[in-house]
């Protein structure tokens, strides 16, 4: 069974500063992987998301993330944290099949010092 | 396009009343159906998932159920409600196959019960 571990609860980060979001999954096969963001009561929304290809994916808003198998990584970044970018982050992972579930880590609160 | 209805937006219930949350999807056929719960501060916990019609899979035991009685309809119900019940819960389509292997998810239902 897949799972993922996100690392730390709440990162703060002053605004400019480089943002560093981490998640670990667990998988017996190649996994599809992804960052989401959700903003109070909302709904979440994509971010990102690796399948197959490079491993270095550009999301929207100026983040990306790096799949690293070796590591079994896919930490999110962004060079230059901005106040918008306050939010909830969660990393999931769901494997190659068609009856597969998508499985959240606990998340991560980002806030953005001025 | 494909959109995903889910409704009410918010709910607040007596304890040992019952609930019906309705998600709906259009614009696609033969999705992945998912139920979701966020508690306060923490993440969220895949409750149900659906890869077709009456086909339901429960991953933690609880006082709630899912249905599926159509393609792109998944209910989620409870005879009775308990205060722990109480947190916000999304609904979430996916497809079976291909590169649009994302979640894509409701606005959410926050539900407090009193």
């Known amino acids: 069974a897949q799972s993922v571990t996100q690392l730390g609860s709440h990162v703060s980060v002053s605004e400019g500063a480089l943002v560093l979001l981490r998640c670990n999954y667990s998988?017996?096969?190649?996994?599809?992987l992804f960052w989401y963001v959700q903003y109070p009561n909302q709904g979440l929304q994509l971010l990102l998301k690796y399948t197959t290809g490079a491993t270095l994916v550009k999301g929207i808003n100026g983040f990306e993330a790096e799949f690293k198998k070796s590591e079994t990584s896919f930490h999110l970044t962004k060079p230059s944290a901005h106040m918008s970018d306050a939010a909830e982050y969660f990393c999931?992972?769901?494997?190659?099949?068609?009856?597969?579930?998508?499985?959240f880590g606990s998340g991560t609160r980002l806030s953005i010092r001025p | 396009s494909q959109t995903i209805h889910q409704w009410p937006a918010t709910l607040v219930q007596p304890v040992g009343s019952p609930l019906s949350l309705e998600c709906t999807v259009e614009g696609t056929s033969n999705p992945n159906l998912y139920w979701y719960r966020q508690a306060a501060g923490r993440g969220l916990q895949l409750l149900f998932y659906?890869?077709?019609?009456?086909?339901i899979s429960s991953e933690v035991p609880q006082n709630l159920s899912a249905s599926r009685p159509q393609d792109r309809q998944f209910i989620l119900s409870s005879k009775k409600l308990l205060l722990s019940d109480s947190g916000f819960y999304l609904c979430a389509w996916s497809t079976k196959t291909g590169e649009l292997a994302e979640a894509f998810f409701g606005q959410g239902t926050r539900l407090t019960v009193v």
């Open positions: 659906s890869v077709g019609i009456g086909q």
């Open positions: 999931a992972v769901s494997l190659y099949s068609s009856a597969s579930k998508i499985i």
């Open positions: 998988s017996s096969v190649p996994p599809y």
